[in-house]
């Protein structure tokens, strides 16, 4: 995790999924945090990224670590 957290600090996009990945599912010793997970995936989804765009849509919709907008989802 510690590289992983490294990585994503830099701007590495891979990495940076990964930990919100694993923070929306508890994983890899990060206690589940959903919140973290949208806070992880908003600037790459705003930078155009569309696997973040998905994950972080999907949260949107479920309302998970986000308000439920199914408006702002799409």
């Known amino acids: 995790v510690q590289w992983t957290r490294e990585a994503a600090s830099k701007g590495h996009v891979g990495a940076t999924k990964a930990l919100a990945n694993w923070n929306l599912a508890g994983r890899n010793g ?41 408006t702002r989802a799409q």
């Open 30 to 70: 990060l206690a589940k945090n959903p919140t973290e997970s949208a806070r992880l995936l908003t600037p790459l989804a705003e930078g155009g990224d569309a696997g973040a765009s998905f994950a972080l849509g999907i949260q949107t919709i479920l309302g998970m670590g986000v308000a439920h907008d199914v």
